[in-house]
């Protein structure tokens, strides 16, 4: 699986890569290359909670990731991500043997 690294789109960015800020929205985009689609919703949403007005304008610019899809995420974590499991991935077959044997079988001599 090839991790496609989004170069940043905002303003400044565009304007001048010398900066400390194009690192941060680099290294941004590298990380969101990293994590799964909910996992990149929510970190972007939290970045554009940060900001505040604007903020996913101006986040859609830095990763590439539509408004919607930021708003969406925005309210899931308004709702402490109550809507959305939280349950791992678990390996199967690595816990305890299912227990079966519970009835008794009636005796014979
Ligand atoms: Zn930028």
Do not use: F
């Amino acid at each position: 699986m090839t991790n496609i690294i989004h170069e940043c789109q905002c303003a400044a960015c565009l304007a001048d890569k010398n900066r400390e800020e194009w690192k941060i929205h680099h290294q941004m985009n590298v990380l969101l290359s990293r994590l799964d689609e909910q996992q990149r919703r929510w970190y972007v949403a939290l970045e554009s909670k940060k900001i505040g007005h604007g903020g996913d304008v101006e986040l859609s610019e830095i990763t590439g990731m539509d408004v919607e899809t930021i708003r969406r995420g925005r309210h899931e974590l308004d709702d402490d991500l109550a809507s959305r499991s939280s349950e791992r991935v678990r390996d199967e077959g690595g816990g305890q043997p299912t227990v079966e044997k519970k009835t008794h079988r009636s005796r014979r001599h």
